[in-house]
């Protein structure tokens, strides 16, 4: 009787247990519920056991679910604390790479533009020559080439006033009302006028001149002289090169051929090496204005060097920082190549090769200033190079903010090899690393002309002949000559 009175009791106490351990499972694992649910219940009465087995199978559902919501909810905010990281990440580089980037940009206006280098504050014309004076009133004298046996001066002409309106900065976007033209000075007459040079055989109506390379040759058949004149011509078509045959009795260039090619993007100057090769520099990759202007701005080296074999033309020299004349020795064996931004003429040795046209790098000679156009005494070897002493004054000259713009010109004189200049490294002399041998300077450099621009603005090209040196500018509109001393 006392068993059976104490039965239920017993299952109260039971499902008590069973109740609290259930309770319990909301924080602790199913597995021990399971388990202990089991083994309480198997003490019982099989009447009681029923309803235990289904209620310890719905709190282990109802615990199983409540695990994976809150296990949800779990990763749900753990999500947000992993992917934070890593888009903080994210953002620091670009921000880092942004920062980079605009210093680059900045030092490189600044080291282009900003940075005086060679600043000249004059407030009139000095230096080492004599006697100046303004001849030759043409439009925008931009190149000058000297024939010493007809003693005269080709000179390219061109008015630039389409420079603000045209969508590239070398040539015009749209056809001019007005052409430019070859103007010839006698060199004989200290102030004689300039004839423009009449053109034969040459049908284009859109004739803009800019650099040019004068060739003399012996034709093999007739045995006769021939003047040959390569001229840069910016179309608003695209660029070509015009060759032309000079007549000195009749004042007329005859024209040869045009050579075109999709090589020629922003020609700057040329040099004749034959009757019908040359070289000419693309002073930019990109031939559109704002182009040039991100080219610029980011110090982008994009220019090039393109030979023409008498055939094709190919590139021979790329990623070239602004190159911008280009001329070849007397003998025809070394051509020297100006970079502007670099303030150097680079000096290159041709190959034998004249299918190809190889260069090979010889020596760099250090300007100082912005170098522009070259010109080559075909006598001494020697290179006149007419530079910026202010490379922002000269752009916002061209652009038209400016009134005037400083004008520099310096002789590279090349030396006889008894005349080298010997040079010492710099470098310490330690016992496991001796003084490595330096070269020696085979080129001198003389300055000869310095302006603040009153005279001539923003010269581009200077040119000697019997103790004379003839300056133009593509901004101007005329020349200036001037008698060195006799020590020059």
């Known amino acids: 009787m006392a068993d059976k009175e104490d039965a239920p009791s017993t299952q109260a106490s039971t499902l008590r247990n069973r109740k609290t351990t259930v309770e319990d499972a909301d924080d602790e694992d199913t597995t021990p519920v399971a388990t202990t649910t089991a083994t309480s219940i198997s003490s019982q009465d099989a009447s009681a056991s029923t309803p235990a087995k289904k209620g310890t199978s719905s709190a282990r559902k109802d615990s199983e679910d409540d695990k994976k919501k809150k296990a949800a909810a779990a990763q749900i905010r753990r999500r947000p604390q992993h992917q934070a990281p890593k888009s903080n990440q994210i953002r620091n580089l670009l921000l880092s790479l942004l920062i980079a980037s605009l210093g680059v940009l900045l030092k490189s206006v600044y080291e282009r533009f900003l940075f005086p280098g060679r600043e000249i504050t004059i407030e009139q014309t000095v230096g080492l020559q004599g006697n100046c004076y303004k001849t030759a009133f043409i439009p925008g004298p931009s190149d000058i080439e000297i024939s010493d046996q007809d003693q005269l001066a080709f000179v390219s002409s061109d008015d630039r006033s389409w420079v603000k309106e045209s969508s590239f900065f070398h040539r015009p976007s749209k056809k001019t009302s007005q052409n430019g033209g070859i103007y010839t000075l006698s060199l004989n007459q200290k102030d004689g006028s300039p004839k423009e040079v009449k053109l034969q055989a040459y049908t284009s109506d859109d004739f803009h001149p800019a650099g040019m390379s004068f060739y003399r040759f012996q034709d093999p058949d007739t045995q006769t002289w021939i003047s040959r004149l390569f001229v840069i011509n910016h179309s608003h078509k695209g660029d070509i090169v015009e060759i032309f045959d000079y007549s000195s009795t009749a004042n007329t260039l005859t024209h040869v051929k045009s050579v075109e090619s999709n090589l020629f993007v922003t020609p700057k100057d040329i040099a004749a090496v034959d009757k019908d090769r040359f070289y ?42 602004n190159p911008s004349g280009i001329a070849a020795s007397p003998d025809a064996t070394q051509l020297y190549i100006s970079s502007s931004v670099e303030k150097m003429v680079q000096v290159y040795n041709m190959t034998a090769d004249v299918a190809q046209g190889e260069l090979v790098h010889d020596v760099e000679i250090w300007v100082g200033g912005h170098v522009d156009n070259l010109s080559v005494d075909k006598h001494t070897g020697d290179i006149y190079v007419a530079s910026h002493p202010s490379y922002s ?96």
């Open 393 to 488: 004054t000269y752009l916002r000259h061209k652009l038209g903010y400016e009134p005037q713009s400083p004008s520099h010109v310096v002789k590279i004189e090349k030396l006889a090899p008894e005349n080298y200049i010997s040079q010492e490294s710099t470098q310490p002399d330690l016992y496991f690393f001796p003084k490595s041998d330096v070269p020696p300077l085979k080129w001198e450099i003389k300055d000869l002309f310095y302006s603040n621009g009153e005279d001539i603005s923003a010269s581009t090209v200077a040119a000697y002949w019997n103790n004379d040196l003839i300056l133009g500018s593509s901004m101007s509109h005329h020349l200036l000559r001037c008698t060195l001393r006799l020590e020059q």
């Open 280 to 321: 000419l520099t693309n002073h930019h990759g990109m031939g559109v204005k704002y182009g040039r202007v991100v080219e610029d701005l980011a110090g982008l080296a994009l220019g090039s060097v393109v030979y023409y074999n008498g055939k094709e033309s190919r590139k021979v020299l790329e990623s070239l920082s």
